[in-house]
C-alpha cells in the first residue's frame, strides 16, 4: 500500500501536547498481526509518521515478541512519562497495552490516573473496539487522528477471575462465546472466518449452564441454561458481532446481555442478527444497561465438566466464578 499524502501534520501536536518539553510518543507494534500483515504495513508507515512527529515529540517503536511484551512495554513508557503510548495490532494488543497503563489490582480510576495517553492503530484481525467508533482498519485515517492529537477520557472495564484482576477496554465475555474466541485463535491466518469457525467448535462440547448472577450489588438471580454472556464497553466482539448493542465507553457504564437455550442451529439461523445487532428481538435474550459491576458463578457443576471460561478483549482469563466492574473515565483517548 502506497502512502498517502497528508496535510494534516502541521497542527498535529496541538491536542496532546502537555508540555512545552519534547516527550516520548512510544508505538507498540505485534508484527505478527493479522498474519503478519501488520509488520508488513506498519515497516511503510513508521519512517513518514516518524519523520512528522519527531519534529515535536521523540519518537520511537516496540515491535513485541511474545506474550505480555506489549504490558511491559507500556507500563515503562508510562512510569518514564511518555506523552502517548498507541498500540498497532488488533484486539489483543489493545487489551495487552490498556493493562501497562494500571499496576497490579488497581480498583479505582484515581489509582491509573497520570499524563500518558492511550492511542490506537487498528491494523489486526478483527479489531472490533474500533468498530464502535466507526473507524475502517485502515492505518491512514488512524495516523490523522493521532495527528490531530484530540483526546477524550474513556471508561476501562475490569474483571477478577482466579484470584487476579485483569483490564479490559472493549468486551468481556462468559461460556459459549469465550471459549469460542479460546477457539478462534487457532484460525486467525483465516481473518473474521475463524470467529465463527470457533463458535461452530465450541458448540460441539458446549452444554448450557444455570448461573447465578448479581448485578449493581442487588439480589442474586438464577438464569438457568445460560449460552453466553457479554459484558460491553465497546458494541462489537468476534469479528463484527454487535453483541452490546447500545454500549457506550463514554457513558460510564457496561451493558450486558444474556443469551439462553441457544443450540448450535440457532447460532447459524441467527448469525446475522449477532452481526446487526438486532437479535435481542429473540427469545431467551436478556439485556441490562447501567451496569457498574457484575457477579456471576456457577449455580452447581456437579457433574465436573470443564468450568465456565471467561475472557476479555479475546483473551482467555481463566473460569467462572468472576466479577467485572467499570472504571469511568480511567484513561486518556487518542480519538
Not at 45 to 66: A, C, D, M, W
Not at 141 to 161: F, L, P
Not at 186 to 203: P, T
Request: aromatic letters at 12%; glycine letters at 10%; a neutral charge.
Amino acid at each position: 500500500m502506497a502512502l498517502r499524502a497528508s496535510t494534516a501534520w502541521a497542527d498535529a501536536p496541538r491536542g496532546l501536547q502537555l508540555d512545552s518539553k519534547k516527550r516520548e510518543c512510544v508505538f507498540v507494534v505485534n508484527p505478527k498481526g493479522a498474519n503478519g500483515r501488520t509488520g508488513r504495513e506498519w515497516s511503510n508507515i513508521f519512517p513518514k509518521l516518524s519523520l512528522e512527529l519527531s519534529k515535536h515529540y521523540n519518537v520511537s517503536q516496540v515491535r513485541t515478541s511474545g506474550p505480555f511484551h506489549a504490558t511491559e512495554a507500556t507500563r515503562k513508557a508510562v512510569e518514564d512519562g511518555a506523552a502517548a503510548v498507541i498500540a498497532v495490532g488488533g484486539d489483543g494488543t489493545l487489551h495487552e497495552v490498556v493493562n501497562g497503563f494500571f499496576h497490579d489490582n488497581c480498583a479505582s480510576a484515581d489509582e491509573s490516573s497520570h499524563k500518558t495517553a492511550l492511542g490506537l492503530i487498528p491494523l489486526g484481525t478483527g479489531s472490533d473496539f474500533a468498530r464502535t467508533f466507526g473507524w475502517s482498519n485502515d492505518p491512514y485515517q488512524a495516523i490523522h487522528r493521532i495527528a490531530r492529537g484530540d483526546h477524550r477520557r474513556i471508561d476501562t472495564g475490569y474483571v477478577s477471575v482466579g484470584g487476579n484482576r485483569h483490564h479490559f477496554i472493549n468486551v468481556g465475555a462468559l461460556h459459549l462465546s469465550a471459549q469460542a474466541g479460546y477457539h478462534a485463535t487457532k484460525y486467525k491466518w483465516l481473518g473474521n472466518l475463524s470467529y465463527v469457525i470457533g463458535a461452530l467448535q465450541a458448540f460441539m462440547h458446549h452444554k448450557n449452564r444455570d448461573l447465578d448472577i448479581r448485578i449493581n450489588g442487588e439480589e442474586w438471580k438464577r438464569f438457568s441454561r445460560v449460552t453466553s454472556i457479554a459484558i460491553g464497553n465497546g458494541k462489537y466482539f468476534g469479528g463484527g458481532m454487535k453483541i452490546t448493542p447500545t454500549a457506550d465507553p463514554y457513558s460510564g457504564d457496561l451493558e450486558v446481555t444474556i443469551l439462553q437455550h441457544f443450540q448450535w442451529y440457532h447460532f447459524v439461523i441467527h448469525l446475522f442478527k449477532l452481526y446487526k445487532g438486532t437479535f435481542l428481538e429473540l427469545n431467551n435474550t436478556w439485556r441490562f444497561d447501567k451496569v457498574k459491576s457484575i457477579e456471576i458463578k456457577e449455580a452447581d457443576n456437579e457433574s465436573g465438566d470443564d468450568g465456565v471460561f471467561v475472557q476479555a478483549d479475546g483473551e482467555h482469563l481463566g473460569f467462572l466464578p468472576a466479577e467485572f466492574g467499570i472504571l469511568p473515565g480511567s484513561l486518556d483517548f487518542l480519538c
